[in-house]
């Protein structure tokens, strides 16, 4: 064996379990290992997963905190406005710089897959070019999808369809959309069909932020859903945000969940951003924003949770820590039911991973050594504490470590030191 890792916790609860590495992938996963590695690390029994997985996120503006200005009043309207004004001063070198900057984030936060949206409706396609560089350069580390994103609506923008078509040319692997922030319902709906359409022809899969909005007549996941079981497009898409859900009336929704789930569409929820962003008109009650979590999960949904922004006009916030988005998910959605926390988890690691179709994922025989150990026990653990990486393996090699989260103390009768674990 290459690496052997040794006393591992997995997330299904095994514990006192040995993984062996040969090459890029795993050879062996089982208790009492007998052969040595040409390195081997001792888990002591904390938890090895697979790698997080960020399935939403927009890289071509992350890290761009303050240009041209701050947001000030932290509002998605402002948010958008503040990106077209910086989109005319873009410099590629830069963009690239910031992503490069934010991938090495990624990778010392255990985020090995990450899907980003990136805005097509500048027609000199600058962020599509940079992105694509940036996707060649970490390929090594990093599995990176973009995602065409007609930020300014499909219909609304002049030229943004040819745009999407030029970029899904030059590589860009997603359809995305955004049919809530076209004119009209009805133009919305047009939207849908149209880029559904294009997907189904050309074999992609699709991803469309989707009601991102507290207006409960916003349906469009309705007509989202229609489409992809009308083209068979069924395990190939996503409907992102989804924050409408949370406004609509319970009849509505007791239609809706299962003909999401007849159609296969994946729901892709912000939980960050969507606490964040939505409910601003609201007084007293104050809606929570974020789509309906536990109840998609109920109807069989698949659901993954997304960190969507990091330091850009939208988010002042964020370090592109997966478990800090399902710390949020779980509160939000008032997941703290042992099940339902460990759901939060997978919505993080192996749900995303399973909604970009990522090959050779997970802790088993013949996939792809690509994983993490961390300071926690088990999910929840991991979850509560937002655990330390102490290593991230990527095809067989660690490509960061840090130490166990530890404090010292200077207390007389106490400890030394504590580090914030039960029993430890």
């Known amino acids: 064996m290459d690496l052997v890792i040794r006393n591992a916790t997995l997330a299904d609860g095994r514990r006192n379990i040995d993984i062996g590495v040969i090459g890029t992938r795993i ?7 007998s052969i040595q590695g040409a390195r081997e690390i001792d888990a002591g029994g904390d938890l090895v997963t697979p790698p997080f997985v960020d399935a939403h996120f927009h890289m071509d503006a992350t890290l761009s905190y303050g240009l041209p200005r701050v947001n000030q009043s932290g509002t998605l309207l402002e948010g958008i406005a503040l990106w077209g004004e910086l989109k005319p001063q873009l410099a590629q070198e830069a963009l690239i710089e910031r992503a490069l900057h ?3 984030w990624a990778v010392a936060r255990g985020l090995l897959a990450i899907r ?6 500048d027609d000199r396609l600058l962020a599509v070019e940079a992105l694509l560089e940036v996707k060649r350069r970490v390929a090594p580390y990093i599995d990176m999808q973009l995602v065409a994103f007609p930020q300014d609506g499909l219909l609304r923008s002049p030229g943004a369809f040819d745009n999407l078509k030029r970029a899904i040319r030059m590589g860009v692997d997603v359809v995305g959309g955004i049919p809530h922030f076209e004119r009209t319902m009805a133009q919305g709906a047009e939207s849908v069909r149209l880029l559904c359409e294009f997907a189904a022809e050309r074999g992609l899969r699709v991803d469309m932020h989707c009601d991102e909005t507290d207006d409960p007549l916003s349906r469009h996941i309705e007509t989202l859903a229609y489409e992809t079981w009308r083209l068979g497009l069924q395990g190939r898409v996503a409907g992102s945000h989804l924050t409408s859900m949370h406004s609509m009336d319970n009849y509505y929704v007791s239609k809706l969940l299962p003909l999401i789930a007849e159609s296969g569409v994946a729901a892709i ?3 960050l951003i969507n606490i ?4 601003r008109h609201d007084t007293y009650p104050k809606r929570r ?6 109840e998609l999960l109920a109807a069989g949904v698949d659901v993954a949770f997304g960190h969507d922004c990091v330091m850009d006009p939208w988010y ?14 779980l509160h939000v959605a008032q997941m703290t039911g042992q099940e339902a926390m460990r759901q939060c988890f997978l919505a993080v690691t192996e749900t995303p991973a399973r909604i970009l179709g990522l090959e050779g994922y997970g802790i088993a025989p013949g996939c792809k050594a690509d994983f ?3 300071g926690a026990s088990s999910t929840v653990e991991a979850i509560r504490l937002r655990a330390a990486r102490r290593f991230v393996v990527r095809r067989g090699e660690v490509v960061a470590e840090a130490p166990r989260a530890t404090s010292t103390l200077h207390l007389a009768g106490r400890p030394g030191a504590v580090d914030f674990r039960i029993g430890r």
Do not use: F
């Open 116 to 121: 980003t949206h990136v805005d097509i409706c």
């Open 102 to 104: 934010y991938c090495d």
């Open 316 to 329: 002042g916030l964020g370090s592109g820590d997966m478990l800090e988005v399902a710390h949020m998910g």
């Open 276 to 279: 964040t962003l939505q409910g």
């Open 372 to 374: 993490v150990l961390l």
């Open 269 to 271: 929820a912000n939980p």
């Open 27 to 33: 050879a062996a996963v089982e208790a009492n290992l």
């Open 289 to 294: 924003g974020m789509t309906r979590v536990p």
